[in-house]
């Protein structure tokens, strides 16, 4: 099973049941987004999408994740103080897990921080189902599609444009040149 990076605010999301969707720039895309505006799509299947250039290049691009495949969410975490000494492999399945998004950190029971980097399938606590793979323009996403990236309107703003922001604090520029992303949809299962 693969893993998944989350933020911890969209982790959050996600667990409030506000965040169905992800948009990604994934490194199979790092050569397409060079000239984002020259790219389009000749094709999209189960496994792969086929990208065309104008005129004559294509590339195909396989995204992280399929239809229909589970991952689990990486996020900071923590583990009892006795186990400090451990790689994160060495740890016993039986430990108790601290998250750190939850806020809660106790320095007497809880061990030392651990990266969401090197968290284990088995410690995670939230399996995301994927139900849709495609791939789509940044700017082109709409309204509906920016509330399932958990993302709200407030009296000044849209859901879109909120997200646009939090987007380019992650991925500067990339809003504005319009790169294309790997878009995920999904459902979490208990």
Known sequence: ???????????????????????????????????????????????????????????????RYRVGGIVYVKEAWATENQYNHLKPREIPRTAQIFYLSDGYYDPFIMGKRRSPLFMPEWSARIFPKILEVKPQRLQSMTEQEAKAEGFKADVFTSAKKNFAAYFEVLHPGSWERNEWVIVYKFEVIK
């Open 1 to 63: 099973m693969k893993g998944m990076f989350f933020k911890p605010e969209m982790n959050l999301a996600i667990r409030e049941d506000r965040k169905h969707a992800t948009r990604r720039i994934e490194e199979c895309l790092a050569e397409i987004n060079k000239e984002p505006d020259k790219w389009r799509i000749l094709m999209v299947g189960d496994v792969a999408h086929c990208w065309g250039m104008i005129p004559s290049d294509f590339t195909v691009v396989k995204p």
